[in-house]
């Protein structure tokens, strides 16, 4: 796991760039954007989490369907956080691609809390196994 640590915690300072950006997108009323670096903040936090199980994805369908497999699926992390990856894909699709449908505060604000709760288990699975963000050197 030596030659993972590095790209692991690439992934994660992505996730938490990609948080910070979402909550600047709130503050500044563009739920779009919210929506979408909320989005973001998981699909990387899901690749760090994959780099565990020495797999890489790259296609959102890949990586969604890999973190079900090898993470939820045996119980590394909770059904609930596949239910998160998979509600805010579908809103992330919309914010991106349906102009006609809308995006409000509300949706955003649910968007970046779920997004934090992800990120944050995301970071507790890596310490349970021992890739700790603070020595991913």
């Avoid at 909770?78 to 409000?104: C, F, K, M, Q, W």
Wanted: hydrophobic share 45%; proline share 2%; net charge negative.
């Amino acid at each position: 796991m030596r030659d993972q640590v590095s790209p692991i915690k690439q992934w994660m300072a992505l996730a938490e760039q990609a948080l910070a950006t979402a909550q600047v997108d709130l503050d500044a009323g563009d739920w779009r954007a919210t929506v979408n670096r909320a989005y973001y903040a998981i699909f990387y936090s899901a690749n760090a989490a994959l780099l565990t199980k020495g797999l890489e994805r790259r296609r959102h369908s890949g990586v969604i369907s890999a973190f079900r497999e090898h993470l939820v699926k045996p119980g590394l992390i909770e059904a609930e956080y596949s239910n998160i990856y998979g509600e805010t894909l579908v809103v992330r699709e919309d914010a991106d691609y349906a102009v006609e449908i809308p995006v409000d505060a509300d949706m955003a604000q649910v968007a970046i809390s779920q997004a934090r709760r992800f990120v944050q288990r995301i970071e507790k699975y890596l310490d349970e196994i021992g890739c700790q963000s603070e020595t991913l050197d």
